[in-house]
């Protein structure tokens, strides 16, 4: 991969003082299905990233991205972890994207999902390992500095609304 290329696949580790903290734990189990399910019906089986087709709703998940914001209000540093948007992905994209999750699970579950997802990062990105392993450290360096920090969540309540206020018949 040369220099500059734009690589599809990204790694995004979520900071140590946000897990569990997302849209799902913040909306009701029927919003947070019924928004899921929004999101993987409206990609007609094709995940974003890798462009896997033919996908069932089961082989996809609604990823949330996420924007990391510093404010300054009252000379005080704000952390702010908004959501940006939340797109469909197959599971061995989502897998690759929260690389540092995947690790973790595949060691408490002596399963291969690491190696699997680096695997699919290198396929998706045309990379080499040396190139993830640039990419994984580089996330990691970034995962630790953000861990440091409190961040406040922003679930982006329009967005979400505007998602809810769609129905889908699945």
Same mark, same amino acid.
């Given at each position: 991969?040369?220099?500059? &290329? ?7 580790? &979520? ?14 189990? =029927? ?14 089986? &094709? ?5 896997? @087709? ?16 510093? @404010? ?12 940006? @948007? ?24 002596? =399963? ?23 990419? @994984? ?17 922003? &679930? ?15």
């Amino acid at each position: 991969l040369q220099k500059g &290329i734009f690589m599809r696949l990204k790694i995004q580790m &979520i900071p140590k003082t946000m897990y569990e903290k997302n849209v799902r734990s913040e909306l009701t189990t =029927t919003d947070w299905q019924q928004l899921s399910r929004l999101i993987r019906y409206q990609a007609h089986g &094709i995940c974003s990233i890798c462009e896997a @087709e033919n996908l069932d709703l089961r082989d996809m998940d609604a990823h949330e991205v996420w924007d990391y914001i510093i @404010e300054k209000k009252n000379g005080e540093k704000v952390y702010i972890q908004r959501l940006k @948007e939340i797109i469909p992905v197959c599971k061995k994209c989502h897998a690759a994207i929260h690389i540092g999750h995947t690790k973790a699970l595949g060691k408490q579950t002596h =399963t291969n999902c690491y190696e699997r997802a680096v695997d699919h990062f290198m396929a998706v990105n045309h990379c080499g390992y040396s190139k993830f392993v640039e990419k @994984e450290r580089k996330a990691h360096k970034k995962w630790l500095k953000r861990s440091k920090h409190k961040w406040k969540l922003d &679930i982006n309540r329009d967005y979400i609304n505007h998602l809810l206020e769609e129905r889908v018949e699945v």
